[in-house]
Structure formats: C-alpha cells, structure tokens
Nanobody, 124 residues
Framework: QVQLVESGGGLVQAGGSLRLSCAAS????????MGWFRQPPGKEREFVAA????????YYADSVKGRFTISRDNAKNTVYLQMNSLKPEDTAVYYC?????????????????WGQGTQVTVSS
C-alpha cells in the first residue's frame, strides 16, 4: 500500500511562489501516473496537473497552464508541483494522488492512492 505525504504548502502573497512535494512510501511510484488536485473552500476537488510515469508527458488545467510545473524524481519516489505567479483563486487544499493503471490523467476517479493534502493560501 502506497502512502503519499504532501508538504510545502503555506501562506503566500499574490504573485509569489511555492513548491509542493509529494513523498511516497510503502512502494515505488515510478510506474504510476502521478497527479495533483486541489479543493478550494466550498468547492469540489479539481484536477491541477499530472505527469506520466516516464515524465515524458504532462497535463495541466487551463487555469494553471504557464504558471505551474509538475515534475518527478523517481529515484527519490517524489513528485513536485512548482507554483509561480500565484493568485488568490489558487487558494485550496492541494492533494497528491497516484494513478496505478495510468488511466486518463485528468479524471479523479482514475486515482487509487491519495495524500492527506496541504493547505495553500494566497493573499491579495
């Protein structure tokens, strides 16, 4: 059973940057598609970004394209989300997730393992 732990969240001013990390334990994630999702206050969880097992393909929500970058280090069993030019509407709990069967990367239902989330708050 893979466990995922997110870190790196916090409070930042609009225009600032944060780097989220997702460390996996209990198994290797090197063959899985990995994704980041977020849940703004009072809203449903939504797709943010995903990366295929090889790192060769990445996917982004339109709202973060050009500002966020997903990457992975399979040797460290870790996935990252670099977030730049943050906006107040990026405020949410951010979750890391593993898509074991490498299904459609934007579908929440395709993900099998989830972290507990890390809070990101962007002040205006």
């Amino acid at each position: 059973q893979v466990q995922l732990v997110e870190s790196g969240g916090g409070l930042v001013q609009a225009g600032g940057s944060l780097r989220l990390s997702c460390a996996a334990s209990g198994g290797t994630i090197s063959s899985y598609t990995m994704g980041w999702f977020r849940q703004p206050p009072g809203k449903e969880r939504e797709f943010v970004a995903a990366i295929r097992w090889s790192g060769g393909s990445t996917y982004y929500a339109d709202s973060v394209k050009g500002r966020f970058t997903i990457s992975r280090d399979n040797a460290k069993n870790t996935v990252y989300l670099q977030m730049n030019s943050l906006k107040p509407e990026d405020t949410a709990v951010y979750y890391c997730a593993a898509n074991v069967m490498n299904g459609p990367p934007r579908n929440r239902e395709e993900y099998d393992y989830w972290g507990q989330g890390t809070q990101v708050t962007v002040s205006s």
